[in-house]
């Protein structure tokens, strides 16, 4: 696969604005760019949010049920994360001060390393300040030129990155489909190779096929790599994610990365593994070596967080309810839904302005549920991603179903 360059195509006006022969200035070809993406509806907008108080945010001044929230346990603003956050910033101070290697390691870090590799059964594990940079750090650790990465065509663009950083041979398989997944492992048949999945796809909310796909990496000794940002704290016994649910051992699925920032309710990411990944991380992930860790008080809080999100069921049991009750109520009301059972909950709408207008009714009607569309989403699957969360209660859960019916074209 060729890179791709990050600026957008651009139409052959636009090319020939500096004119033939004439330097075409960078930032004038990117507002041009720019005016492409607006009338296509595609841009992109930044929002500040003013205030949050449980599943309400305010933005612009307006308060607003959110449904576009990863908290999806209701774990961050909690009093325990909050109350351990202070005490390590009374401990440390606030940032950690240095790379991990070079004393910036503290051992609020190390407990927090023990915690997540005994609640994900793994051997170690391994904190990067975030999801995105655990992914490029894994990646390029482990992969070279010669190697081969085969991915699912929905993955997070972190995994995608990685591959690229890499420079391996990337190739990507059907979403989902584990014969589609062979037969890319099948064209480099000699070649080691990594299969990297998501095990909860974040824009569509589904399970990755995990035990089909550990089956296929040990029939052809490739090493299967799961990214379980939304699975974490969500899915399996104790919410040891996606891959505990499918009972993958740490044989089955030698490398777990997963987030901190999402249902812990904190920032941050991991991978867990054996010794031998984790030393070798240590020693070859850039994103690890060459940036500060973590502040000291993000740790302390996302281990508070580790207890309650293991250990209180009730709001894993409040979530399956929530979402069972929002999936009938759109089955009742002819609302198109993808195929999800977690708390990612996408309604389908197909071209992006529809979604933006029906993303700015719902708005009008006191509900955040943003617009998710190209190149974040294939072409012509605009959708409006809801996020469910143990914050929401059922009657909010109504009043979002109310207010689609009312605005779905
Ligand atoms: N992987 C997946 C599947 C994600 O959804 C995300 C976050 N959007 C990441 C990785 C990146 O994690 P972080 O936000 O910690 O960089």
């Known amino acids: 696969m060729k890179p791709r360059p990050l600026t957008p195509t651009l139409s052959p006006n636009e090319k020939t604005i500096g004119g033939e022969g004439v330097r075409l200035g960078l930032l004038e070809r990117l507002a041009a760019a720019q005016s492409e993406r607006a009338r296509q509806a595609l841009l992109r907008r930044l929002r500040t949010v003013e205030a949050v ?22 774990l961050a603003q909690h009093p325990a994360l909050r109350e351990a956050l202070a005490k390590a910033v009374a401990r440390w101070g606030v940032g950690a001060s240095a790379a991990h290697l070079l004393g910036g390691h503290r051992d609020e870090h190390a407990k ?3 915690a997540l590799a005994r609640w994900t059964g793994r051997e170690r594990a391994l904190l990067f300040s975030t999801g995105y940079m655990a992914n490029l750090g894994v990646l390029s650790a482990l992969l070279g030129a010669e190697d081969l990465c085969v991915q ?46 998501d095990g909860v796809f974040s824009m569509d909310g589904d399970v990755a096929p995990l035990a089909e796909l550990a089956a296929l990496c040990r029939a052809q000794r490739a090493t299967l790599m799961v990214d379980d940002a939304h699975g974490l704290g969500v899915l399996g016994p104790e919410g040891a994610g996606s891959v505990a649910e499918a009972k993958l051992s740490q044989d089955d699925a030698p490398i777990l990365m997963a987030t901190l920032g999402k249902a812990l309710g ?51 049991d409040r979530l399956t309810r929530l979402i069972a009750h929002f999936r009938s109520g759109a089955a009742e009301r002819g609302i198109a839904l993808l195929a999800s059972r977690t708390p990612i909950q996408p309604v389908s709408i197909g071209d992006s302005a529809a979604a933006l207008a029906v993303s700015a009714q719902l708005e009008e009607a006191g509900l955040y549920v943003p617009a998710i569309r190209p190149p974040t989403v294939p072409a012509g699957q605009a ?16 009043r979002l179903l109310d207010a689609l019916a009312d605005c779905l074209p």
């Open 53 to 74: 108080d449980g599943a309400h945010i305010q933005i612009a001044g307006k308060q607003l049920l959110n449904f576009a929230s990863n908290d999806y346990l209701g």
């Open 112 to 114: 927090l390393e023990d």
């Open 152 to 197: 699912d065509k929905l993955n997070h663009a972190s995994l995608l990155d990685g591959a690229r950083l890499a420079g391996c041979v990337l190739k990507r398989y059907v979403h989902a489909d584990v014969a589609s997944a062979a037969r890319q492992l099948d064209t480099h048949p000699s070649a080691p190779a990594l299969l990297a999945s």
């Open 266 to 316: 904190v920032a941050g990411a991991f991978v867990a593994g054996s010794a031998t990944l984790i030393d070798g991380l240590v020693q070859n992930a850039r994103s690890f070596i060459y940036t500060t860790a973590l502040p000291p008080s993000l740790a302390a809080a996302t281990s508070a967080a580790i207890e309650i999100a293991r250990f209180e069921g009730w709001r894993r």
């Open 383 to 398: 959708r409006l991603r809801v996020a469910l969360s143990a914050l929401h209660a059922e009657s909010d859960v109504e």
